[in-house]
């Protein structure tokens, strides 16, 4: 069974910055970071969003929003996947989530993690 265990969220003031971290299980880890592994949030009433993505030879790419801000990049040997947040904003406000992926007979199969809360007060 796959699993991601997203952490790190909580509340912050504008300005300051948190590491979101999601641990995928075991031997999946492997599997799922052949395809790319991101961050995703939703805040109330919206949709929700890809933040940051990061593919198995560490290309990055940013929503616009968070462009110098936020860098994700990965810990194999952890089966980690993090998130650094700088310079937060109250728009960054959201809930978290760490997604990986694979292909399953040319099907695409989403995993998530459950979610960490993230509230930067201004």
């Known amino acids: 069974q796959v699993q991601l265990v997203d952490s790190g969220g909580g509340l912050v003031q504008a300005g300051g910055s948190l590491r979101l971290s999601c641990v995928v299980s075991?031997?999946?880890?492997?599997?799922?970071?052949?395809?790319?592994m991101g961050w995703y949030r939703q805040a109330p009433g919206k949709q929700r969003e890809l933040v940051a993505s990061?593919?198995?030879?560490?290309?990055?790419n940013y929503t616009d929003s968070v462009k110098g801000r936020f860098t994700i990049y990965r810990d194999n040997a952890k089966n980690t996947v993090f998130l650094q947040m700088n310079s937060l904003k109250p728009e960054d406000t959201a809930v978290y989530y760490c997604n990986a992926h694979r292909w399953i007979a040319g099907t695409r199969r989403d995993y998530w993690g459950q979610g960490t809360q993230v509230t930067v007060s201004s």
């Open positions: 075991g031997s999946m880890f492997r599997m799922l970071s052949i395809n790319p």
């Open positions: 990061i593919t198995s030879g560490g290309t990055t």
